[in-house]
């Protein structure tokens, strides 16, 4: 492409995924008129219906535990947050580091983890359930806002930042977008920033989710070097603070240190490999986003401290097994008798069969169920079953 610079790409690095070379969308559409292409695909995420939904869902905890903890609406804001602060700084697309991090956990079941485990046990004779997958199946087909294509119709270079991992299996089966897992390739820049940014996000809000939620304290927390170090820096500067600003101002320190090192790490490999395009940088074998060796430890320690504390303790596995049963109970029933399910949704379920047989039948129920929230999951349990769960 010759001539001036688009508007929307002027001032990004070479590296960045841009306007002019992007890939496009599946189906053509003229180019918007006040925005650009990957401000479009952003806004096309704002309307969905899933990311409303997405303030009902869980994260870590059960959404009715209490009204302080994330959800994955407000999660999903605090990734979009940290992941345009650190596109800013190395020339990124900020629209498109937005878009993919407000898309990513689109796919995501009721009861958080727990609920995609379900589900895909429910599915193993008929192809699994990935929640990344379903990040892209929600974007690409089951959004039904626009006349003239099935689902939000995004850009490539979002639907290769939402679709994260994927099994060999599945990438087989969806083409270009598909190829990179095959051939261990790499993703834009941008995809590999929202991919970090969710997990600075988790780790440093589950820090503060666990402590709200007395599962974990901040003497528990001494042991964690990532966070010891600066709670030491909090407490020489303010020996007086009260504990609920050490935690926040721990925290807040914690997010700015790991940042700050996927910043400084970053350049260095950019500099390093030299990319001089976004191709450049999708044939590497490794991602040129992350953290410096050292922090990459640290950050690790402080995920398995999580697992081991908060995401296992026996209050949260005790809402997994509730979780587990009703998500079970629900799919057999609809599976069994797809009458059960609304009449759009039996509708859909009929048409999947006659197309696919029972994995159609079944793709039809799961979809269902992803879709839910945690409690609509709870209602249609009493609503299909009669029982409260
Ligand atoms: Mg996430």
Redesign the pocket.
């Known amino acids: 492409m010759t001539g001036a610079v688009p508007d929307h790409d002027r001032g990004l690095a070479p590296w960045a995924a841009l306007e002019a070379t992007s890939r496009g969308r599946r189906y053509p559409e003229p180019p918007p008129g006040n925005r650009g292409e990957f401000q479009r695909d952003r806004d096309r995420i704002v309307h969905s219906n899933a990311f409303r939904r997405l303030v009902y869902k869980t994260q870590v905890f059960v959404n009715h535990e209490g009204d302080l903890f994330r959800t994955r609406l407000t999660?999903?804001l605090e990734?979009a947050q940290i992941g345009r602060t650190v596109a800013r700084v190395l020339g990124l697309s900020e629209p498109l580091t937005e878009a993919i991090c407000l898309a990513?956990?689109l796919g995501h079941t009721p009861f958080g983890h727990a609920g995609q485990d379900v589900l895909n046990a429910c599915m193993r004779e008929f192809g699994g359930f990935e929640h990344n997958l379903q990040s892209l199946r929600v974007v690409d087909e089951l959004e039904e806002r626009y006349a003239s294509f099935p689902g939000l119709n995004l850009t490539f270079e979002c639907r290769e930042g939402i679709l994260k991992h994927c099994s060999a299996a599945n990438a087989r089966q969806i083409g270009d977008l598909g190829r990179r897992f095959l051939e261990r390739r790499q993703p834009s820049l941008e995809a590999q920033l929202a991919n970090l940014a969710?997990a600075i996000?988790?780790n440093n809000h589950d820090v503060d989710d666990g402590v709200r939620a007395g599962l974990i304290s901040l003497a528990d927390l001494a042991d964690v070097p990532l966070f010891a170090r600066q709670q030491d820096v909090v407490l020489r500067s303010y020996p007086e603070v009260r504990p609920k600003q050490l935690l926040h101002e721990t925290i807040r320190r914690m997010i700015n240190d790991v940042v700050s090192d996927l910043i400084d790490e970053t350049r260095r490999r950019i500099e390093a490999a030299a990319p001089s395009s976004v191709e450049d940088v999708r044939a590497l074998g490794e991602p040129l986003v992350a953290f410096s060796a050292g922090k990459a430890d640290e950050h690790y320690a402080l995920k398995r401290f999580l697992r081991r504390r908060v995401y296992e303790h026996e209050r949260v596995l005790a809402m997994r097994e509730k979780a587990v049963r009703i998500l079970e109970e629900l799919f057999a029933a609809f599976m069994d008798d797809v009458s059960r399910l609304p009449d759009e949704h039996r509708d859909t379920a009929l048409r999947l069969e006659a197309e696919a047989g029972a994995a159609g039948r079944a793709r039809a129920v799961a979809d269902y169920i992803a879709g839910m929230t945690d409690r609509y999951a709870f209602l249609e349990h009493e609503r299909v079953l009669g029982t409260r769960g």
């Open positions: 999660h999903s990734v990513h956990d969710d996000a988790y």
